[in-house]
């Protein structure tokens, strides 16, 4: 039985205990797919990042897509799935390796499963900013009071901003179904129901619900954000960076600053379940870029059981 090193980290936050905790495992070569779902299981966190060398396969399925070289290869696994693209994991990866000093400053190439992604590390304050692919929006058609419902929130929270902000599918890499909401106080009262939420989210072959409204509690914040992802095991999610992504790109397909968008937004999230973090978002003809600082809350090792002791009955 081996062991590995396994630490916990919060992306997106200023201090430990706040932001989103993600599972990463700094070395990660060797381990198979089965292997790698235990320990993210076993860790517990929305998400677990898995890295290896960009030459190199991270376990038996490796399905990466990219050209050429890449300096990392990165796998992601909830609690109960693989994760193609998943923004904060990334953030605490490179956020904790540069703060130990096992990289520099400066761009990385990353092999995720939906292709390579460039990876920044800023060397004044370790902010690591995480370039995705172009943003896809598509705004649809779907009932306000159905999806008032599966969020628990008043269904004119929603018809009083659809005429202006419609509801859309936006992805850069992890489609979500993006809902505006008016008011702070209507988003703070959402209950939602698991089950009608993946439903809703499986029509539109999103990952999940990202709600927000422009109503935000820091003056300096573009927009409040709550993001539902139970299709992951994951009821809601603290801060998301692909999810935040994903906004910032419909927020300029929609038009919602009629002409003169911000350079930088900053979205926060994570208020109402007690993990506030903010993430910044660039929106720019090659792509979306956000970015954020990550603290490590543990750091320890974790033992794995070789595949063929591992004992796990398959259905």
């Known amino acids: 039985m081996e062991t590995r090193r396994a630490l916990l980290v919060d992306a997106f936050a200023a201090e430990p205990l706040t932001g989103n905790a993600a599972g990463v495992v700094p070395d990660a070569e060797g381990l198979s797919d089965d292997q790698m779902a235990a320990v993210a299981a076993e860790l517990g966190a929305s998400e677990t990042a898995f890295l290896t060398d960009g030459d190199g396969a991270a376990g ?47 761009e990385r190439t990353v092999r995720t499963n939906v292709g390579d992604i460039t990876v920044a590390v800023d060397d004044d304050d370790g902010t690591v900013w995480m370039r995705q692919q172009a943003p896809s929006v598509e705004v649809v058609d779907v009932d306000l009071g159905r999806v008032a419902d599966a969020l628990g929130v008043d269904p004119a929270a929603l018809r009083d901003v659809g005429a202006d902000l419609p509801v859309a599918v936006a992805s850069t890499g992890l489609p979500f179904l993006v809902v505006p909401v008016n008011f702070l106080e209507r988003l703070g009262e959402a209950d939602p129901d698991d089950a009608a939420v993946e439903a809703l989210a499986e029509e539109f072959d999103a990952a999940g619900v990202y709600a927000f409204t422009f109503d935000a509690l820091d003056a300096d914040s573009t927009l409040h954000g709550r993001a539902f992802v139970p299709s992951l095991g994951v009821s809601e999610d603290p801060v998301t960076g692909t999810a935040s992504a994903a906004v910032g790109g419909y927020l300029r397909r929609v038009d919602a600053f009629d002409g003169d968008e911000p350079d930088e937004l900053r979205f926060e999230q994570g208020h109402f379940v007690d993990r506030p973090g903010h993430v910044r978002v660039r929106v720019e003809a090659e792509g979306v870029r956000v970015g954020g600082r990550a603290m490590v809350a543990l750091d320890g090792e974790i033992r794995i059981p070789d595949d063929e002791d591992d004992e796990i009955i398959e259905a």
Request: proline share 2%; aromatic share 8%.
């Open 60 to 106: 038996d399925g490796d399905n990466s897509a990219g050209d050429g070289a890449a300096d990392d290869r990165l796998r992601y696994f909830s609690p109960t799935t693989e994760v193609d693209l998943c923004g904060h994991a990334t953030i605490a990866t490179y956020g904790a390796l540069f703060a130990e000093g096992a990289i520099d400053g400066g």
